[in-house]
């Protein structure tokens, strides 16, 4: 088994509008200018660090932005010049959800069990609905078809359709799902839910709750798990009060070792014991504690969302936003980790995102894992697949076609819808994968 890092292309549409409730870092920066050229560059260096590890990488395109589809829907008609104008003279914000380029956070995109793992022996995937925020709800649609094409075998690999948008179902993917490790190598798969759709129990009260219990409980079915392999524990609602919207803003886990905050879930002793449980034993808890990092701390710097990759001989590196290397508790936190014999983290690598940390999304935002078989990896169609060459072509092209700044403004005007279609149908054409966005498809 190996672990495929599926990161998504930050679009030429990079901006920052403030539209995600409960996200600190997309509210506080909202209106700023953004730098499209520079967040795509910075993602794709992220990339090539992670493959120079050894790790096999592999890449999604931008989702095709202005979604003029969208703004058709809502009643907008006329040509894509007269269409923008409106919308930007009279629903500005309904343009920016628009022009969202969240899809970029491919932790959102799906939540993955691999074929080891099911009771069909399939690896399979589950588009995450994205029910809770507008600008997210156009997603699931477009990454439904870009994983299909990125992994065509249907006889190895099942990639469902979302759950149902307009339920009480919100799914936001593998930002609220980790996958540990058994003895015997197989998986568990720990859901963490923010509150239960009918309303009993606890819940945040001044940020949604955006992953519900029955929705965890539903993608694990269509994920064919067995109940013994699944956990479902809640997260805090005061950290979700706080700004931790998933649970990857407070906890991130790889094989058997999770790093989490002490505040990370509703009863965070209790949740460690189910999942200890769920193991068969073995469970290598990493606690931080609230006095060595706060939980708004922990938001501000974005150390839980640092990737935790396997690296050989049992060790593990995290790859952490360069805010935490500039935040001196959090950097003493991650010191005091990779000192500790007791567990497997033993190196760390800062690395520059700073475009998508301002919008709210860390390194572990930017990527999907896939754990996959070495066979199931030959079938991955190999246009999405990240070489020292393909990041050689895909770096020129994003210097060759990417704006270098935006204004909120500028989301209005055809020549950047236009230029976007350009760059996107480049890049289709280049993986090979056919048609991958709905204006080539509008185009036949």
């Known amino acids: 088994m190996v672990e495929l890092n599926v990161d998504g292309l930050v679009g030429p549409t990079h901006n920052y509008a403030g539209l995600s409730e409960g996200n600190v870092a997309s509210r506080a920066n909202a209106q700023a200018v953004s730098q499209p050229r520079q967040a795509a560059l910075q993602g794709l260096s992220k990339m090539e660090h992670v493959a120079a590890l050894g790790l096999p990488q592999a890449f999604l395109p931008p989702h095709e932005r202005p979604a003029m589809w969208a703004l058709r829907q809502a009643g907008f008609s006329g040509s894509d010049a007269e269409v923008l104008s409106r919308v930007a003279a009279e629903r500005p914000a309904l343009l920016a959800q628009c022009c969202s380029a969240s899809a970029m956070w491919t932790a959102n995109a799906a939540t993955v069990a691999p074929a080891m793992d099911t009771t069909d022996g399939r690896t399979h995937l589950v588009v995450a609905n994205l029910r809770a925020m507008p600008h997210r709800r156009i997603e699931p649609e477009q990454a439904l078809v870009l994983l299909r094409a990125m992994l065509p075998d249907r006889d190895r690999v099942v990639v469902h359709a979302a759950l149902p948008s307009d339920g009480p179902m919100g799914d936001e993917g593998a930002a609220n799902h980790t996958r540990l490790l058994r003895v015997d190598g197989t998986g568990v798969h720990v859901f963490v839910f923010g509150a239960r759709a009918d309303g009993s129990g606890p819940a945040p009260s001044r940020y949604p ?8 409980q539903a993608v694990a079915r269509m994920l064919q798990l067995d109940a013994d392999r699944c ?46 449980r769920a193991m068969g034993g073995g469970l290598v808890p990493v606690p931080v504690r609230r ?7 922990a938001v501000q710097t974005y150390l839980f969302n640092s990737q935790l990759l396997h690296v050989g001989h049992g060790n593990q590196m995290l790859v952490c936003p360069a805010e935490v290397e500039h935040h001196p508790r959090a950097r003493d936190v991650v010191d005091r980790v990779i000192a500790d014999p007791g567990n497997p983290i033993h190196g760390v690598m800062y690395l520059d995102v700073r475009e998508s940390m301002r ?12 754990p996959i078989s070495p066979e199931d990896l030959q079938r991955v169609h190999p246009g999405f697949l990240l070489t020292p060459d393909r990041a050689a072509w895909l770096r020129g092209w994003i210097k060759r076609t990417y704006p270098e700044r935006l204004e909120p403004a500028d989301l209005g005007r055809v020549d950047l819808l236009e230029r976007s279609r350009e760059s996107l149908m480049e890049l289709s054409q280049w993986i090979g994968a056919g048609p991958l966005h709905p204006f080539q498809h509008a185009a036949r």
Do not use: Y
């Open 231 to 276: 956990v479902f524990v809640q997260q805090s609602p005061q950290a979700i009060d706080a700004g931790v919207f998933h649970n990857d803003v407070i906890a991130v886990g790889s094989e058997r070792t999770l790093l989490h905050h002490q505040d990370a879930f509703l009863d965070t002793p209790e949740a460690l014991r189910q999942i200890d």
């Open 359 to 370: 919008n709210g999304g860390g390194p572990a935002c930017l990527r999907l894992r896939l």
């Open 291 to 297: 006095d060595e990092l706060t939980v708004a701390e």
């Open 209 to 216: 709750a955006r992953q519900t219990l029955e929705a965890s």
